[in-house]
Nanobody, 119 residues
């Protein structure tokens, strides 16, 4: 099983980016998926999560600006990031709780994608 993120890059303040996270491999089902951010010199922090049924949860700092969604048929989660601020600059990681075809279940992390917000 692997998670691969994409969509990061350099963007000006108040602009938008959309991150994608695709899970692949011997997957039976995917429970909660989430996005986490690690800014320079800081620990990894929760940005947003979404359950299999679509219930969402957001960090206070991104409420009203970021939207998490998923496409269960494609094993993919998205993070729409609007009104970006310099303080959103971080490496963004995808995490998913996955049930494998061998009945094993564990959390998987992607390799991260860099988001830099700067003028």
């Amino acid at each position: 099983v692997a998670l691969v993120e994409s969509g990061g890059g350099l963007v000006q303040p108040v602009r938008s980016l959309r991150l994608s996270c695709v899970a692949s491999g011997m997957i039976w089902s995917i429970n909660t998926m989430g996005w986490y951010a690690q800014a320079p010199g800081k620990g990894r922090e929760l940005v947003a999560t979404i359950t299999q049924s679509g219930s969402t949860n957001y960090a206070d700092s991104v409420k009203g600006r970021f939207t998490i969604s998923r496409d269960n048929a494609k094993n993919t989660a998205y993070l729409q990031m609007d009104s970006l601020k310099a303080e959103d600059t971080a490496v963004y990681y995808c995490k998913a709780n996955i049930v494998r075809l061998d009945d094993g279940r564990e959390d998987y992390w992607g390799q991260g994608t860099q988001v830099t917000v700067s003028s």
